[in-house]
């Protein structure tokens, strides 16, 4: 069994270290991949193959994808996308999967699904027409802006002045980016991030924002503790994982007066926060799903 740990970083960062002490600790054959290295390629005798560095065949039985990259055009984003599309298509797991990735890795499709299969989510209005985004801060009078594609909150801005939402708007169309805009929906000055491998909830963080900021991402230094999960936000945090066709996510859930409503599935989360809140890493977890899936 040969499973790669997918990332762009040059060095490999905690969570994917984790992984790879896991899997040699099953007896596990691993590689570490860097997507940007990745290089696939269709033959004429119809044969899929994935190559690293442009020598060698990359011949493994799953992979478990922790990043893509900073990506700024959308011409490297299908390359890479298209990269791990071509392991699937020659019959190597993928955790997650492409599709599952592109679900939620793009926050409108995102909010599509989840709102239509029932789920609470943020007002949200998807826009190239600065006009219809200054209109909507006006009537809202709080809204989140933020990119189509991001993470880790970066980029992301509260907005209460229409005329700061129309020189936000026309910066980003200048670069043509689409604006998304959110009713802000926070009541308290905390979120809760549940982790969810497989059919299994691990456990639920309080992520509290920190001074000066509006943010609760503990990549910006949001404080962590360990947070109830009743059975309301765990079939809530399922249903989220399964209809984004996930295999496991970062759900990141708001407390309203109207009860639990879905910000954002995170399809490469970060551990880091969640483990120091709940004293578990989800590590294991997630190697056993994918051998278990991998024996089927």
Do not use: C
Request: charged share 25%; hydrophobic share 40%; net charge neutral.
């Amino acid at each position: 069994m040969r499973v790669a740990v997918i990332h762009e970083a040059p060095v490999p960062p905690q969570t994917a270290r984790e992984l790879l002490a896991e899997l040699l600790k099953r007896g596990v054959s691993v590689l570490y991949l860097r997507i940007s290295r990745l290089n696939s390629e269709v033959s004429s005798d119809g044969r899929l193959s994935v190559i690293y560095g442009g020598e060698h065949v990359v011949e493994i039985d799953a992979g478990i994808v922790r990043g893509v990259g900073s990506v700024t055009t959308m011409e490297t984003l299908l390359k890479r996308i298209n990269t791990l599309k071509q392991f699937e298509l020659s019959g190597v797991l993928l955790v997650n999967s492409t599709q599952g990735f592109l679900n939620a890795r793009d926050k409108y499709r995102a909010l599509q699904l989840l709102s239509r299969a029932g789920i609470s989510v943020p007002e949200t209005r998807l826009t190239e027409d600065v006009y219809v985004l200054t209109e909507t801060v006006r009537s809202w009078g709080k809204a989140v802006v933020k990119p189509l594609i991001g993470s880790m909150g970066y980029g992301s801005l509260l907005v209460t002045d229409p005329d700061i939402a129309f020189i936000v708007g026309k910066t980003w169309l200048s670069y043509s980016q689409p604006i998304l805009v959110q009713k802000y929906r926070r009541s308290t000055d905390r979120d809760i991030r549940v982790f969810v491998v497989g059919d299994e909830v691990l456990g639920a963080i309080y992520r509290y924002k920190s001074e000066g900021t509006w943010k609760t991402n503990v990549a910006q230094g949001a404080r962590v503790e360990r947070a109830p999960v009743d059975e309301e936000l765990s079939e809530l945090s399922l249903k989220a994982v399964r209809t984004l066709d996930l295999d496991y996510a970062g759900v990141d859930v708001g407390e309203t007066e109207e009860g639990y409503i879905i910000y954002e599935v995170n399809a490469m989360p970060n551990w880091q926060g969640f483990h120091a809140g709940t004293g578990r890493s989800p590590t294991p977890k997630i190697v056993e799903y994918v051998m278990n899936k991998l024996r089927r």
